[in-house]
């Protein structure tokens, strides 16, 4: 079955500490990858996305993942995280040729200063 | 910017109530999609609509229907509310054509049975 896995079910962090935060997929085919985060009191927005090519994918707040085929993992990371940064993380995956998202259960990161 | 908007940001019903949760979008999307979020349990699907008039169950349709009248909106319907039913909605919607596109969400409406 396609299944999408985060396994950081909650993670605190001190500010300028570096991020990962894993997430595995099982599906059968091409499959796109993204991350969403959703910040308190606000709706979920997208981060970045992988479809193809290079697998070091950049998004938006110098975020970064990572697709590793052979691991089946699209890993998010940060150098460095900020305050502002505290929210949940969504790790999701979409077959090739359905319209349907499979999402992760979701990390929450809280950062102190 | 793609705008998703749903009827309600709280709303609080008691056992037994017919609820309806509206979403409308206004970027002609063919697809929407209702999804419920619970800590732990991430996003679940309940239903999508890829046109006007047809629906798909998702993962947990029971206790659920939708309604598709217009393109833009999408309502999902709980016939007889129970209090396993508190949790936040969300709605979504995207393009099927748009290959290299995602979903884009509304700002979810907290719903509590009593």
């Known amino acids: 079955a396609q299944s999408v896995s985060q396994h950081n079910h909650h993670v605190i962090l001190s500010e300028a500490a570096s991020l990962e935060l894993g997430c595995n997929y099982s599906?059968?085919?091409?499959?796109?990858l993204f991350w969403y985060v959703q910040y308190p009191g606000q709706h979920l927005q997208l981060l970045l996305k992988y479809f193809s090519g290079d697998p070091l994918v950049k998004g938006i707040k110098g975020f970064e993942a990572e697709f590793i085929k052979s691991k089946f993992s699209f890993n998010l990371r940060k150098p460095s995280v900020q305050w502002s940064d505290t929210a949940e993380y969504f790790c999701a995956a979409r077959g090739f040729n359905t319209d349907k998202l499979i999402f992760g259960t979701g990390t929450r990161l809280q950062v102190f200063p | 910017d793609v705008k998703v908007t749903q009827s309600s940001r709280y709303l609080v019903k008691r056992t037994g109530e017919k609820v309806f949760l509206e979403c409308v979008q206004d970027?002609?999307?063919?697809?929407m999609f209702w999804y419920r979020q619970d800590p732990g349990l991430g996003l679940r699907l309940i239903y999508f609509?890829?046109?006007?008039?047809?629906?798909e169950k998702g993962d947990i349709p029971e206790g659920y229907s939708v309604s598709r009248e217009k393109k833009e909106r999408f309502s999902l319907i709980l016939e007889s509310a129970s209090t396993n039913q508190t949790s936040m909605y969300l709605c979504?919607?995207?393009?099927?054509?748009?290959?290299?596109?995602?979903?884009?969400f509304g700002p979810g409406t907290r719903l509590t049975v009593l």
């Open positions: 599906y059968g085919g091409t499959v796109n």
């Open positions: 979504a919607s995207s393009s099927p054509g748009a290959r290299l596109d995602t979903q884009y």
């Open positions: 609509s890829y046109d006007v008039k047809m629906k």
């Open positions: 970027m002609d999307h063919e697809n």
